[in-house]
């Protein structure tokens, strides 16, 4: 055979191999090659991928291209990346939901929120098994001793009860911390036309299950709905006793979160009715 026969079957030869490699990475479900160009280091072609994956009606794989965009979106210093893995923290699968916690936890702690850090690596705890579930609950303890030490509490808000003693590290990675009670402050008649205290920038939230006269009733709905909360990742109901309108109350509340959105996820993935959201004001 002539030598330019031999180079163009050669290059034909090489034109083959180098289609199959391209092939290998268009075959399968948007999902699949998602997850291929993720593990390649490929990111911006696995997040387009996961994306359109994300569509799709079946709840697991939703849930999964959620998982990627997230991760994907992550590494690509996006600013969605956190809200692709909170929506995949709400889906069926608990492994699923245990990562994107975990990966939302190392974003909030890069963030410096420390306490939301902690919540969600301590829910990650909650679902994931085995070696990643150890590793997970060492890191939502490292994240709740991580956590700035607040104000001690005043007279009037330190008769707060709570159902159940957990660790301190259980308390920081999630649970409620009842807020000192409003005292009415006397203006000084000298400075009238001082302005008046600055709001905090930021509040935060939780779920309440039911607001009560009696401490006894309070007590009660937040037994019952322990082994439920437990069940699903979420804090041990606590019982906070507040003053309202000069009337003594006792508030069920679950958690304590950074912002409104991480408070309806986790209402989300309790998936119970009859749950407000409210600040812990």
Not at 67 to 79: F, H, K, Y
Not at 153 to 170: C, E, F, K, L
Not at 179 to 197: E, F, L, R, Y
Not at 248 to 275: F, H, N
Request: glycine share 6%; with cysteine.
């Amino acid at each position: 055979m002539p030598r330019s026969l031999n180079i163009v079957a050669f290059a034909l030869v090489l034109m083959v191999v180098a289609l199959g490699c391209e092939t290998t990475k268009k075959v399968g479900t948007p999902l699949d090659r998602a997850r291929e160009f993720y593990e390649d280091g490929d990111m911006d072609d696995a997040f387009a991928l996961a994306s359109e994956a994300a569509a799709s009606t079946d709840a697991a794989t939703m849930q999964r291209a959620q998982l990627v965009a997230g991760l994907s979106a992550m590494d690509l210093g996006r600013a969605d990346a956190e809200s692709w893995l909170l929506k995949a923290s709400n889906g069926p699968d608990r492994e699923s939901a245990g990562t994107a916690l975990a990966s939302l936890a190392t974003i909030q702690e890069r963030g410096g929120r420390l306490e939301a850090a902690a919540q969600s690596m301590h829910r990650a705890s909650m679902m994931l098994t085995g070696s990643e579930q150890v590793r997970a609950r060492s890191e939502a303890q490292r994240l709740a001793k991580a956590v700035p030490a607040k104000s001690k509490p005043s007279s009037d808000s330190a008769q707060a009860s709570s159902v159940g003693s957990r660790s301190a590290a259980q308390k920081a990675a999630g649970t409620n911390k009842p807020a000192p009670s409003k005292q009415a402050v006397k203006a000084d008649p000298a400075s009238k036309a001082q302005a008046p205290a600055a709001k905090r920038s930021s509040a935060q939230w939780t779920l309440q299950a039911g607001a009560f006269e009696s401490k006894k009733k309070a007590d009660v709905l937040a037994a019952e709905l322990e082994k439920e909360t437990d069940a699903r990742g979420l804090p041990v109901p606590e019982v906070v006793t507040v003053k309202v309108r000069g009337k003594t109350m006792y508030r069920v509340q679950v958690g304590i979160y950074d912002s409104r959105e991480l408070a309806k996820a986790a209402l989300e993935t309790w998936g119970r009715k009859g749950i407000l959201l409210g600040t812990t004001d």
